[in-house]
């Protein structure tokens, strides 16, 4: 059906109607003769309207006398009525073609690089790593070698533990997944011990480099002493080294609350502003004037708006929305249950990427207490100067 469509409008087609004393003995002598008409219906008694190909018009004029009617066109369809209509106006088929050429030539380069997967690291940053790997803005899809990429930039970047890259028309998509870093470390070279940055019972210990002084079952203070970058050499007497290890101990964490628990909470006012800037070949226009927003408290949402033209291939060109969303901040009194619900949101939060083993309230009174168990590494670096000492 649909290739019979695309069939007509190629060859052009038009529709007629055909008046008279018998209409049907009409279309009955054009299917006769092997003229096709398709479409066909009775207006009235004496009126049928059908529609037939161009190219078979003049081949029915023969049949109005035997059956007494007349045919006129209403309608015409198709390409060949387009050309005809413009065969006259050379420099506009001529732009037609030059912006359809001008497309094809612009959808084989690299326009957008679409970064994913990223929360702590900038998406501007992992577009400088692919930079350097050989993903820039303008050149050739064809020229992007995929595995290569993904290869240099989980070399090159040790903050991330996971990288694809994927080419869809001329969008490049890098989907990453961060490393956790669990604690910033010094050089090498640097003497160091561990010590503890927060207070716990110790669940194991794993001592890559140094002097464990903690074992299994040891209750430590916040600053106690983990694993000492000072070690007795009975020949040589002290060595010290830089202290390296993971001291996974168990921690809590409580805060006990009154009811109706008061927090603060957003309340959009409604009043929302809009700043766009054009985006072409990644430059930008602004089509703003003042780009002072006079709200005290606000939300951003921004996105890019491209020209698509389907499979994944879009145009260097688009529109940057920024959206300001103006609110206040009101105090709001929450129950037990919401208290519950709201608590539970924020040390889920603040124990992200910690063992949480046991999460549980008590009530007392109007005092709600909750108290989180987890098992997290709770070794932090210190540097030790040449005496030996903490710095």
Same mark, same amino acid.
């Not at 469509?5 to 052009?12: A, F, S």
């Not at 803005?137 to 992007?144: A, K, P, R």
């Not at 040589?236 to 609350?257: C, L, R």
């Not at 996105?303 to 060109?317: C, D």
């Given at each position: 059906?649909?290739?019979?469509?695309?069939v007509n409008?190629?060859?052009?087609?038009?529709?007629i109607?055909?008046?008279?004393?018998?209409?049907?003995?009409?279309?009955?002598?054009?299917?006769?003769?092997?003229?096709?008409?398709?479409?066909?219906?009775?207006i009235?008694?004496?009126?049928?309207?059908?529609q037939?190909?161009?190219?078979?018009?003049?081949?029915?004029?023969?049949?109005?006398?035997? *059956?007494?009617?007349? #045919?006129? %066109?209403? @309608?015409?369809?198709?390409l060949?009525f &387009?050309?005809?209509?413009?065969?006259? $106006?050379?420099?506009?088929?001529?732009?037609?073609?030059?912006?359809?050429?001008?497309?094809?030539?612009?959808?084989?380069?690299?326009?957008?690089?679409q970064?994913?997967?990223?929360?702590?690291?900038?998406?501007?940053?992992?577009?400088k790593y692919?930079?350097?790997?050989?993903i820039?803005?303008?050149?050739?899809?064809?020229?992007?070698?995929?595995q290569?990429?993904?290869?240099?930039?989980?070399?090159?970047?040790?903050?991330? *533990?996971?990288v694809? #890259?994927? %080419?869809? @028309?001329?969008?490049?998509?890098v989907? &990453?997944?961060?490393?956790?870093?669990? $604690?910033?470390?010094?050089?090498?070279?640097?003497?160091?011990?561990?010590v503890a940055?927060?207070?716990?019972?110790?669940?194991?210990?794993?001592?890559?480099?140094?002097?464990?002084?903690?074992?299994?079952?040891?209750?430590v203070?916040?600053?106690?002493l983990?694993?000492?970058?000072?070690?007795n050499?009975?020949?040589?007497?002290?060595?010290?080294?830089h202290?390296?290890?993971?001291?996974?101990?168990?921690?809590?964490?409580?805060?006990?609350?009154?009811?109706?628990?008061?927090?603060?909470?957003?309340?959009y006012?409604?009043?929302?502003k809009?700043?766009? $800037?054009?985006?072409?070949?990644?430059?930008?226009?602004?089509?703003?004037?003042?780009n002072k927003?006079?709200?005290?408290?606000?939300?951003?949402?921004?996105?890019?708006?491209?020209?698509?033209l389907?499979n994944?291939?879009?145009?260097?060109?688009?529109?940057?929305?920024?959206?300001?969303?103006?609110?206040?901040?009101?105090?709001?009194?929450?129950n037990?249950k919401?208290?519950?619900?709201?608590?539970?949101?924020?040390?889920?939060?603040?124990?992200k990427?910690?063992?949480?083993?046991?999460?549980?309230f008590?009530?007392?009174g109007?005092?709600?207490?909750?108290?989180?168990?987890?098992?997290?590494?709770?070794?932090?670096?210190?540097e030790?100067?040449?005496?030996?000492?903490?710095?």
């Amino acid at each position: 059906m649909l290739l019979s469509k695309i069939v007509n409008y190629i060859k052009g087609y038009i529709t007629i109607i055909i008046k008279g004393v018998f209409p049907e003995r009409f279309v009955n002598l054009c299917v006769r003769r092997g003229i096709g008409l398709w479409n066909a219906k009775k207006i009235d008694k004496s009126t049928i309207q059908a529609q037939m190909d161009i190219r078979d018009f003049h081949k029915v004029h023969k049949f109005h006398k035997n *059956s007494r009617c007349r #045919v006129h %066109i209403i @309608g015409k369809f198709g390409l060949p009525f &387009i050309i005809n209509k413009y065969k006259r $106006r050379k420099a506009f088929l001529a732009g037609i073609v030059i912006f359809v050429l001008l497309i094809a030539l612009l959808s084989r380069f690299v326009w957008i690089i679409q970064i994913t997967g990223n929360e702590k690291i900038k998406s501007e940053e992992i577009i400088k790593y692919a930079n350097k790997v050989g993903i820039r803005f303008g050149m050739l899809t064809s020229t992007v070698d995929v595995q290569e990429a993904r290869r240099q930039m989980m070399t090159n970047n040790e903050n991330l *533990s996971f990288v694809t #890259v994927n %080419i869809s @028309g001329c969008t490049v998509s890098v989907d &990453i997944r961060e490393r956790e870093v669990k $604690r910033e470390h010094f050089d090498k070279a640097v003497v160091s011990n561990l010590v503890a940055k927060k207070s716990g019972v110790i669940e194991s210990t794993l001592v890559r480099s140094g002097n464990s002084v903690v074992k299994k079952g040891d209750v430590v203070l916040e600053g106690q002493l983990l694993v000492s970058g000072a070690e007795n050499m009975a020949t040589k007497g002290i060595k010290y080294s830089h202290s390296d290890g993971e001291i996974m101990a168990k921690v809590w964490y409580d805060e006990t609350v009154n009811l109706p628990y008061s927090v603060k909470q957003k309340q959009y006012t409604g009043n929302e502003k809009s700043k766009n $800037r054009l985006v072409i070949f990644n430059k930008f226009i602004n089509l703003f004037i003042k780009n002072k927003i006079l709200f005290e408290k606000y939300d951003k949402l921004s996105y890019t708006k491209y020209i698509q033209l389907g499979n994944g291939r879009f145009l260097p060109f688009g529109v940057e929305v920024n959206e300001y969303k103006e609110y206040t901040e009101k105090t709001v009194k929450l129950n037990e249950k919401e208290a519950k619900a709201y608590l539970t949101e924020k040390y889920d939060k603040l124990c992200k990427g910690s063992k949480i083993i046991n999460k549980s309230f008590n009530k007392q009174g109007s005092k709600l207490t909750v108290t989180y168990e987890c098992i997290e590494d709770i070794a932090k670096e210190e540097e030790v100067n040449d005496r030996g000492k903490a710095s």
